[in-house]
């Protein structure tokens, strides 16, 4: 239900080292490929539609990434050319080209060509795909000077480095021929996917299964890729999902698809390798998220109490089974070079809360309580329902009486982000390539009432929404990570938002499964060399 | 042919009851906080305000609830279900490809409920308080009492984890593409631990029902007098005894019978079956109110022919009943 890329530097090696904590690392150079075989994978959701320039999610790449690229993918090493070759930008940074793979054909047969690309960017991503509305917003033509050369102009300078972490995710071309002059909306090829990918789509049947199968023309030559067939299957039980694991009818299992007892369970079952490695794209916040028009919360000495109320290691050991860390702002520690862990913090200390508390003016009452909040907690699983617990628990035990206010994922985007009807609320929201073009929104003021994951707490700074804004087109990519570390401080200072815990998503994977796992949004990644030991 | 003027008759006096469950339904699911494009939005992870409106100016949400609630109901009585923005496809559709799953796995429970719930009663019955009464009760109340989940996955474990007899779930083997018998076999495999779960607790329905009516019945007067005239045990049980006591139990399966499109929202989940309960409990959690419209016409359809039959049925069993 989320997606996000992040950016890789030298960080990497160590935030790697840091989630990395029981996956398996298989040595791919020691064994010779098999060809053939049918990978099962479960999904728990489904998102119906397996167009990936309409709707941007991993639900949809982990399907779509194999039948549908995108022009540049991420590796551990750094970006890799897919159906772009090379790119580069103008000096101003209004102008960004591509050069574009030659000899690609998609699934009917057609050339891949500088069209596909013009059309796609200018009619799906900068007109209808979430986020990268935004992203695309000064996007004013691409042109093609020839049909294997692609130039974006921009009424205002685009930075490079956004543009390039953006692309993995937001930049799927589809094929021109196929949509122009349809209502794209509903064009049938919206769930019946035409791409260039590795694998062909064959079937959808919705709750059920998608089925993909090998495509013989892949462009990266003949011996890709090695499995016969994909199939996806729709699981929505995670007792059933990790049980069809156990009985080998599935042999992967992604984005947190069985419950947190039961990773904890085939973590040590040596049939199955369990973590975190390929998910460093896909970092995750869970929050408190507070409602500034409450006077008791808009005192800051309040929020700073809240948050050091929060026993978080304990909640990381307990909720995520150790599977994640502490957060330390609006960037996750996988944010490459945007990141800084240099940020004020608010270690666990449950008498410096009640003093805090005290000083505020909200001593206990002679109940022990010192005021009320009602809180809305996030339905998005296991993560945030237990969340939600912890921190009514943690805040009771300083005088707070939280009360839970249990709603589904309409009421509650509704009731915090349209009514704002809520003290408290807690969620989880996914770091998307760049600061630019997602977390920034949490922080930035002016998003019309009822957008979701956006500021509707009623906080609002002059001087972080001017920074955020000069941010998103700073050319140097120096001067832009600094004008992060600055937002990410203001905001562990501020606490607008408590971004209390990062954590990447988990596989379970079949040990049958050769080469998995191996780029940093691996789910969501082409899978052209992946293998099947059987 | 009454029969036909009478059944003529419940048909019409249907149309306005539909209508008006039609109306009733679209303004009570209004009334949830979220709509569709809100449920969208948070299964993609988040959009943009720009994304937003104009998805909801696409679905025609930005209307008065008057103004959709004519539209729906236009195209409704020209028996248009709409689109599904799910799904994205047609209601019909959506719905077509689901109603299978349901009525095998249904009919299915039902028919195995139905036979062992009223052979076992009336046997509980006939030694009442007896040791094959008291352990086909007791059978009958842990089935009653065990929530289907539970008896769902401890199937699994057993049967698909520890034993690998039967697959954990879906309809049939997706990568297997059999045709002919053998698809029927692997499809009648996938099915028979649903279809336990599920009959399984109808089944202590039945049974209890049967044995108490069947107990009470065998007390009346013209058994006593069928028994004075000498008629055998067996004539007795079948013949006169069976056919009263089945009115109360028949009751019951047309009830459930109403309730048959509904499926089961747990057992459908934990066997990741395509049915139409899991395509109900999805629909309102995604505030699809075009598919769970069409689901509830097609309920409500049921429902009323499934009333009908009853009545039919009731005459044909106790000639003293006569349709009107």
């Not at chain 1, 990395?20 to 064994?31: E, F, G, S």
């Not at chain 1, 209808?128 to 974006?152: G, I, K, R």
């Not at chain 1, 998103?472 to 990570?481: F, G, I, Q, T, Y």
């Not at chain 2, 009223?118 to 009442?128: E, F």
Request: glycine fraction near 8%.
């Amino acid at each position: 239900m989320n997606i996000s890329t992040g950016r890789f530097g030298p960080l990497l090696a160590g935030a790697m080292a840091a989630f990395a904590v029981t996956a398996a690392a298989v040595d791919a150079d020691a064994q010779e490929p098999k060809r053939g075989g049918t990978a099962i994978i479960q999904m728990k959701g489904e998102q119906r539609i397996l167009n990936p320039a309409l709707r941007a999610s991993t639900g949809v790449y982990y399907i779509t990434g194999k039948i549908v690229e995108p022009l540049i993918d991420k590796s551990y090493d750094g970006y890799e050319p897919v159906l772009a070759t090379e790119w580069s930008s103008s000096e101003d940074g209004l102008e960004i080209t591509f050069k574009l793979r030659e000899g690609v054909k998609w699934h009917d047969g057609e050339d891949f060509t500088c069209d596909d690309v013009s059309f796609t960017a200018m009619n799906m991503w900068k007109e209808l795909l979430n986020y990268s509305t935004t992203l695309q917003q000064n996007l004013e033509a691409v042109d093609c000077p020839d049909p294997h050369t692609a130039v974006f102009k921009y009424s205002k300078p685009m930075p490079m480095d956004l543009m390039l972490a953006a692309m993995p995710d937001l930049g799927h071309p589809m094929p021109a021929h196929l949509y122009e002059g349809t209502d794209i909306l509903k064009n049938e090829h919206n769930t019946a996917p035409v791409g260039t990918g590795p694998f062909k789509f064959v079937e959808y049947q919705r709750g059920q299964y998608v089925i993909a199968e090998r495509n013989d023309d892949y462009w990266r030559g003949e011996e890709y890729p090695y499995l016969d067939r994909i199939v996806w299957r729709f699981i929505t039980d995670s007792s059933a999902a990790a049980a069809a694991l156990e009985a080998g009818e599935v042999h992967e299992s992604g984005f947190i698809g069985v419950s947190m007892a039961d990773v904890e369970r085939l973590s040590e079952d040596d049939r199955f390798d369990v973590g975190t490695k390929g998910y460093e794209n896909n970092v995750a916040h869970s929050t408190v998220e507070f409602n500034h028009r409450n006077p008791i919360l808009a005192d800051l000495k309040v929020r700073q109490a809240i948050y050091h109320a929060l026993d978080i290691d304990a909640a990381i050991e307990t909720i995520m089974r150790g599977y994640a860390k502490p957060g330390r702002g609006p960037v996750p520690s996988t944010g490459g070079a945007n990141y800084t862990d240099d940020v004020p913090t608010y270690p666990f200390d449950i008498e410096k809360a009640k003093a805090m508390l005290d000083e505020a003016g909200y001593p206990a009452g002679d109940d022990g309580v010192r005021f009320k909040l009602r809180h809305r907690p996030a339905p998005w699983g296991e993560y945030t329902q237990l969340w939600a617990e912890f921190y009514a628990q943690s805040l009771k035990k300083v005088g707070i009486d939280v009360e839970i206010l249990t709603n589904d994922a309409p009421g509650f985007l509704t009731g915090v982000y349209r009514d704002h009807d809520f003290d408290t609320a807690n969620g989880w929201h996914q770091f998307r390539a760049d600061p630019a073009v997602s977390t920034m929104v949490w922080l930035r003021s002016g998003s019309p009432n009822g957008t979701p994951w956006t500021n509707q707490f009623g906080w609002q700074s002059d001087e972080v929404d001017a920074m955020i804004d000069a941010a998103a087109s700073e050319l140097d990519p120096e001067k832009r990570a600094e004008m992060y570390h600055e937002l990410q401080r203001i905001s562990m200072a501020e606490l607008p938002v408590i971004f209390a815990i990062e954590h990447p998503f988990i596989s379970v994977t079949s040990k049958k499964l050769i080469n998995h796992h191996n780029t940093p949004r691996w789910n969501s990644s082409s899978w052209y060399d992946l293998w099947l030991d059987q | 042919m009454p029969i036909l003027i009478y059944a003529l008759r419940r048909a019409l006096q249907a149309v306005p009851v539909i209508i008006l469950i039609m109306i009733g339904a679209f303004l009570l699911l209004k009334l949830a906080p979220g709509d569709t494009v809100d449920a969208l939005v948070g299964d993609m992870g988040g959009a943009d305000a720009q994304f937003i409106a104009r998805l909801r100016a696409e679905y025609g949400l930005d209307q008065p609830i008057w103004v959709q609630l004519w539209r729906y109901m236009i195209k409704f009585l020209q028996f248009d279900f709409g689109w599904s923005f799910v799904y994205e496809q047609p209601v019909s559709v959506v719905l077509m490809e689901r109603i299978g799953t349901t009525l095998m796995l249904m009919a299915a429970s039902l028919f195995f409920a139905f036979t062992f719930g009223v052979g076992l009663g009336a046997i509980a019955a006939r030694k009442a308080y007896s040791t094959t009464d008291n352990v086909i009760s007791t059978l009958g109340l842990v089935f009653y009492a065990t929530p289907s989940f539970f008896l769902s996955l401890m199937m699994i474990v057993v049967f698909s984890v520890k034993l690998g007899w039967l697959p954990v779930g879906g309809i049939k083997t997706v990568a297997g593409f059999y045709t002919g018998w053998k698809h029927v076999w692997d499809v009648a495999l996938h099915l028979v631990m649903p279809t336990a779960a599920l009959s399984l607790i109808y089944l202590a329905f039945y049974l209890r029902l049967m044995r108490a009516s069947v107990l009470e019945v065998a007390e009346l007067d013209y058994v006593r007098t069928a028994r004075a005239k000498g008629a055998g045990e067996a004539r007795l049980m079948f013949h006169h005894i069976m056919r009263n006591a089945l009115l109360p139990v028949i009751t019951l399966l047309g009830l459930q019978f109403s309730t048959l499109l509904g499926g089961s929202v747990v057992v459908e989940s934990v066997f990741s079956l395509p049915g139409l309960g899991s395509l109900a409990y999805q629909s309102v959690v995604q505030r699809d109110l075009n598919t769970l419209m069409g689901i509830i016409f097609m309920s409500s359809v049921v429902v009323v022919a499934v009333n009908f039959l009853t009545d039919l049925l009731y005459a044909r069993l106790d000639s003293r009943i006569e349709l009107a």
